[in-house]
């Protein structure tokens, strides 16, 4: 007991980050990275949020910390101000379903089976002893890890596996073997998976340490912070790579980490610079090696017709999504009577936002142009919904009500 005294428990937080994982000794600098990504502000998530109440709509960069007791930013902290990096982990355990926040070790802790039983005997033991066997911090980062936050809001996790939220109540579950429960009591039914997915990739497969931990800037909105583009994998002729000594720090780290053979190795460029340790080219044959499942892909180009010159303006997700999780009707209103919880502070408050959502579909997306990066390009949306806003509850205002169509 005596080597466990005035040990940080859990050490990943990002409010110990600089004295546990940022030491000069381990990963210098990685925790203003992670404190400045999309993924611990929220930034997006916030400056939407205030739009759709008809507060405001900066295009600046926001952060979930700075939420305060408007209705807008007290919906956030009804409802979404726990899927950040910055949440505190708070219990030692496993990352599973239920999971938010944690830090570090949101992405990089593991249990084995072994670490795992141990956990589970000392719960039931009910005693504060630590086991000898330890959670080990890793590059293992599987797509459970990935799904305590983005199984909600926009539901990638959920629809890259092919499920679809549903309204049904967990003792309504049809006996199909096409539906499955989650933790939450939410009911998902089985619709298409990614074929990626059925390919065996996994999210960091084309995730990579750039885009998921930050660049170390401030970005307003998400697609700011994404670095993936399908170019990246599926291009005609295999130009952009790098050798090893010419990889970022990081790059090299995690090569090293994960044990892969450098030597004469040329190493993939993504479209928009960044270093991929997972794709490689090899006598002007490009491929993929799984991170996980260490599978060798060979890579595709793409189609004839998708580089015909009539596609130019189309994105590849315009013609190569199968389906878009909707929701076309939600009534939010506030009760001031009703026990909530606010999710930012950690605390149980009375009054809470209620959502009263319409039914789910799940069918082909709608098309439409935006300019990106100074360009119309015909990309996917999700059909809009019609949202009643019901602010009375909480501004005490008489027939506080808006009325959209988003």
């Not at 802790?109 to 795992?116: D, P, Q, R, V």
């Not at 076309?328 to 809470?352: M, N, R, V």
């Not at 439409?368 to 205002?397: A, C, H, Q, Y």
């Given at each position: 007991?005596?080597?466990?005294?005035?040990?940080?428990?859990i050490p990943?937080?990002?409010?110990?980050?600089?004295?546990?994982?940022?030491?000069?000794?381990?990963?210098?600098?990685?925790?203003?990275?992670?404190?400045?990504?999309?993924?611990?502000?929220?930034?997006?998530?916030?400056?939407?949020?205030?739009?759709?109440?008809?507060?405001?709509?900066?295009?600046?960069?926001m952060?979930?910390d700075?939420?305060?007791?408007t209705?807008?930013?007290n919906?956030?902290?009804?409802?979404?101000?726990?899927c950040?990096?910055?949440?505190?982990?708070?219990?030692?355990?496993?990352?599973?379903?239920?999971?938010?926040?944690?830090?570090?070790?949101a992405?990089?802790l593991n249990?084995?089976?072994?670490a795992?039983?141990?956990?589970?005997?000392?719960?039931?033991?009910?005693?504060?002893?630590?086991?000898?066997?330890?959670?080990?911090?890793?590059?293992?980062?599987?797509?459970?890890?990935?799904?305590?936050?983005?199984?909600?809001?926009?539901?990638?996790?959920?629809?890259?596996?092919g499920?679809?939220?549903?309204?049904?109540?967990?003792?309504?579950?049809?006996?199909?073997?096409?539906?499955?429960?989650l933790?939450?009591?939410?009911?998902?039914?089985?619709?298409?998976?990614?074929?990626?997915?059925?390919?065996?990739?996994?999210?960091?497969?084309?995730?990579?340490?750039?885009?998921?931990?930050?660049?170390?800037?401030?970005?307003?909105?998400?697609?700011?912070?994404?670095?993936?583009?399908?170019?990246?994998?599926?291009?005609?002729?295999?130009?952009?790579?790098?050798?090893?000594?010419?990889?970022?720090?990081?790059?090299?780290t995690?090569?090293?980490?994960?044990?892969?053979?450098?030597?004469?190795?040329?190493?993939?460029?993504?479209?928009?610079?960044?270093?991929?340790?997972?794709?490689?080219?090899?006598?002007?044959?490009?491929?993929?090696?799984?991170?996980l499942n260490?599978?060798?892909y060979?890579?595709?180009?793409?189609?004839?017709?998708?580089?015909?010159p009539?596609?130019e303006?189309?994105?590849?997700?315009?013609?190569?999504?199968q389906?878009?999780?909707?929701?076309?009707?939600?009534?939010?209103?506030?009760?001031?009577?009703?026990?909530?919880?606010d999710l930012?502070?950690?605390?149980d408050i009375?009054?809470?936002?209620?959502?009263?959502?319409?039914?789910?579909?799940?069918?082909?997306?709608?098309?439409?142009?935006r300019?990106l990066?100074?360009?119309?390009?015909?990309?996917?949306?999700?059909?809009g919904?019609?949202?009643?806003l019901?602010?009375?509850?909480?501004?005490?205002?008489?027939?506080?009500?808006?009325?959209?169509?988003?």
């Amino acid at each position: 007991m005596q080597a466990h005294q005035d040990m940080i428990v859990i050490p990943g937080n990002l409010k110990d980050a600089n004295q546990t994982c940022a030491t000069a000794a381990c990963h210098p600098g990685i925790d203003h990275r992670v404190r400045h990504s999309i993924m611990n502000t929220l930034s997006g998530i916030v400056s939407i949020d205030r739009m759709v109440f008809g507060e405001n709509h900066p295009d600046i960069s926001m952060h979930v910390d700075s939420l305060k007791q408007t209705p807008a930013d007290n919906h956030l902290r009804d409802l979404c101000a726990s899927c950040h990096l910055g949440a505190e982990k708070k219990e030692t355990g496993p990352i599973d379903e239920l999971s938010r926040g944690g830090g570090c070790l949101a992405c990089h802790l593991n249990y084995s089976k072994t670490a795992h039983q141990a956990f589970i005997q000392n719960k039931i033991e009910q005693t504060d002893t630590p086991s000898k066997f330890h959670p080990s911090i890793s590059l293992k980062i599987s797509d459970d890890h990935c799904f305590g936050c983005h199984s909600r809001s926009g539901r990638i996790s959920l629809s890259y596996a092919g499920w679809h939220e549903t309204r049904f109540e967990k003792n309504e579950i049809p006996d199909t073997g096409r539906y499955r429960l989650l933790k939450d009591d939410r009911v998902v039914k089985y619709v298409a998976e990614d074929i990626h997915h059925a390919k065996g990739l996994a999210c960091i497969d084309c995730h990579g340490s750039t885009e998921v931990m930050g660049d170390g800037r401030r970005h307003a909105f998400q697609q700011e912070a994404e670095y993936s583009q399908c170019e990246d994998c599926h291009f005609t002729h295999p130009t952009r790579t790098k050798k090893y000594y010419e990889l970022q720090e990081d790059a090299k780290t995690i090569l090293h980490l994960r044990k892969i053979d450098t030597l004469n190795r040329r190493f993939g460029q993504g479209v928009k610079g960044q270093d991929m340790t997972n794709v490689f080219v090899e006598n002007d044959s490009a491929f993929l090696i799984g991170k996980l499942n260490h599978k060798k892909y060979t890579l595709s180009s793409p189609s004839p017709l998708c580089q015909a010159p009539v596609h130019e303006a189309v994105t590849c997700n315009a013609c190569h999504t199968q389906w878009a999780p909707q929701c076309i009707l939600c009534h939010t209103s506030y009760d001031p009577a009703a026990s909530g919880y606010d999710l930012l502070a950690q605390k149980d408050i009375q009054g809470e936002w209620q959502e009263d959502l319409g039914p789910f579909l799940s069918d082909f997306p709608a098309l439409g142009i935006r300019e990106l990066n100074g360009e119309r390009k015909i990309i996917t949306f999700v059909p809009g919904m019609i949202l009643t806003l019901d602010k009375s509850g909480f501004t005490k205002i008489p027939n506080d009500v808006l009325h959209k169509r988003l």
